[in-house]
């Protein structure tokens, strides 16, 4: 079940965060499983704005979670995690049909997102459920600076790349 966040299940998001991040151990972004997790302020700020979704378990509660925020005229998939026990049963892909939809009906242009364009899970994994690469000559000028920012913090800039999926409303 995905559902928008609640104040109460703020403080397990890192936990989350934390375990889906040891799926990089052994792969080219191994540092990423070490990575802070996003700062509570920041899902604070976007749990009141009605941009975080909470994926559900079996047991009622999060087992990941998507963050979103504007951008550009777009909304931009600042964070999306799925506890490592818990991926592959399609709560990452239920998560992202509803920032999908939530981006449709707020009158956003487009999801957009930066990723790496190699590991299974990221550009393949958004490539499967619509989203396209764009050019660098074609990113608005947030997401190249985001692009810039993620460089700046370790990311190897030739592996990462800015996607888009356009929405309708």
């Avoid at 506890?83 to 049963?89: D, E, N």
Wanted: proline share 8%; aromatic share 8%.
């Amino acid at each position: 079940m995905i559902r928008l966040a609640r104040p109460a299940d703020l403080a397990s998001l890192a936990d989350i965060e934390r375990s889906a991040g040891k799926r990089f151990l052994g792969t080219a972004m191994a540092w990423a499983a070490d990575d802070d997790p996003v700062p509570l302020a920041a899902l604070e700020q976007a749990q009141a704005a009605g941009l975080l979704w909470i994926a559900d378990a079996e047991d009622a509660r999060p087992a990941g979670f998507a963050l979103a925020r504007p951008m550009d005229g777009d909304l931009y998939l600042a964070e999306m995690a799925v506890s490592l026990p818990r991926q592959g049963r399609g709560l990452g892909r239920a998560l992202l049909l509803a920032v999908r939809a939530h981006a449709s009906a707020a009158g956003y242009r487009s999801v957009v997102l930066t990723t790496d364009r190699e590991l299974p899970w990221n550009a393949p994994f958004y490539r499967w459920h619509g989203f396209s690469e764009l050019p660098p000559d074609r990113l608005p000028a947030q997401l190249a600076a985001r692009l810039r920012h993620e460089a700046e913090a370790g990311f190897d800039p030739a592996r990462r790349c800015a996607m888009v999926c356009p929405v309708r409303a």
